[in-house]
């Protein structure tokens, strides 16, 4: 449906242009020469009117061919975003420039305006100040998972002034999963303090790990090869169409560590999409506790009053 929008306003806009041309053309026939007064205030109207249309058409093109192209949906939010902001703008002063014939008078008045207004509006100029340095350093995108301040969630929307995260975790959780509330802040607080990333464009996953206990009497090498073969098989599955060096550099580890409790930790360390760490850890334990329980001459677990 508004694909279907934008291909009539594509068609439409050319069209109105069109009409302008023919009517300013034939405005200066003889015909309308007993109503001139009034024809050069027509066409002044028209001039307007074409420039705004030729704007609008502009922005639809670059909607509907350049933004498409970008590579991720941040890209093209952000790129739809700025196009916006720069056709209001363009428009507003064809708009200004027709009501107002002096020019000279128009910046020095918008001079004085833009001063009184940023001493009056400082909070929310920082945060448009952001939104500029959003979109072109892009620290975070429509999508990604990230932590600003104390503030943890998936962005779903970045305005000219303010930022909208999905929260995860929260007061209520204990895992990654989104908690259903959304936070609201001023896009501002990113000059101010540190945004980390969980979904960086140059390494999609970030590095997750699971421990299970198991008694120092273990078999270390049977435990490692059957964490690994379980981390292995979910992340094949995940992601089957990954190539085999990239498979490489994203191999799991295992590693033990000293329990207080006088057990042995076996940690598995793996990479893992920042939205799937618990859904990653639950399929791990789910492939690997058969393959451990299967063998109890190998790997025993802590039970009953031995914890």
């Known amino acids: 449906?508004?694909?279907?929008?934008?291909?009539?306003?594509?068609?439409?806009?050319?069209?109105?242009?069109?009409?302008?041309?023919?009517?300013?053309?034939?405005?200066?026939?003889?015909?309308?020469?007993?109503?001139?007064?009034?024809?050069?205030?027509?066409?002044?109207?028209s001039t307007s009117i074409f420039i705004i249309l030729i704007i609008l058409l502009i922005k639809r093109i670059i909607d509907r061919l350049i933004i498409p192209q970008a590579q991720t949906e941040g890209d093209q939010y952000n790129l739809r975003r700025f196009t916006r902001l720069v056709t209001t703008v363009l428009i507003l002063l064809v708009i200004s420039s027709f009501l107002f014939q002096n020019l000279y008078a128009i910046a020095v008045s918008f001079?004085?305006?833009?001063?009184?207004?940023?001493?009056?509006?400082?909070?929310?100029?920082?945060?448009?100040?952001?939104?500029?340095?959003?979109?072109?350093?892009r620290p975070y995108q429509v999508g990604d998972r990230v932590q600003i301040s104390h503030f943890r969630g998936?962005?779903?929307?970045?305005?000219?002034?303010?930022?909208?995260?999905?929260?995860?975790?929260?007061?209520?959780?204990?895992?990654?999963r989104r908690s259903g509330r959304t936070i609201h802040f001023p896009n501002s607080i990113i000059l101010k303090d540190q945004v980390i990333n969980y979904s960086g464009?140059?390494?999609?996953?970030?590095?997750?790990?699971?421990?299970?206990?198991?008694?120092?009497?273990?078999?270390?090498?049977?435990v490692e090869n059957c964490l690994i073969k379980a981390t292995q098989r979910d992340f094949l599955e995940?992601?089957?169409?990954?190539?085999?060096?990239?498979?490489e550099v994203l191999a799991p580890t295992v590693y033990y560590r000293v329990n207080t409790y006088a057990w042995l930790e076996a940690v598995i360390s793996y990479p893992v999409e920042p939205e799937d760490t618990t859904g990653r850890r639950n399929r791990i334990l789910r492939?690997?506790?058969?393959?451990?329980?299967?063998?109890?001459?190998?790997?025993?677990?802590?039970?009953?009053?031995n914890r």
């Open 287 to 305: 492939y690997a506790l058969p393959l451990l329980n299967e063998f109890p001459d190998k790997v025993k677990f802590p039970s009953g009053t």
């Open 1 to 45: 449906m508004k694909t279907k929008k934008q291909k009539r306003w594509i068609i439409a806009l050319p069209a109105l242009i069109l009409m302008i041309l023919i009517t300013n053309y034939l405005l200066d026939s003889e015909i309308f020469e007993p109503y001139k007064k009034y024809i050069i205030l027509i066409k002044k109207v």
């Open 111 to 137: 001079g004085v305006i833009s001063v009184i207004i940023g001493f009056a509006l400082q909070a929310p100029i920082s945060s448009f100040i952001a939104w500029i340095y959003i979109v072109f350093r």
């Open 201 to 222: 464009p140059h390494f999609p996953y970030i590095w997750n790990e699971t421990a299970i206990q198991i008694a120092y009497t273990s078999d270390l090498t049977f």
């Open 154 to 176: 998936d962005v779903m929307e970045i305005s000219y002034l303010y930022t909208i995260l999905w929260e995860c975790s929260g007061d209520y959780l204990g895992n990654d």
């Open 238 to 247: 995940q992601y089957p169409d990954l190539p085999t060096k990239r498979l």
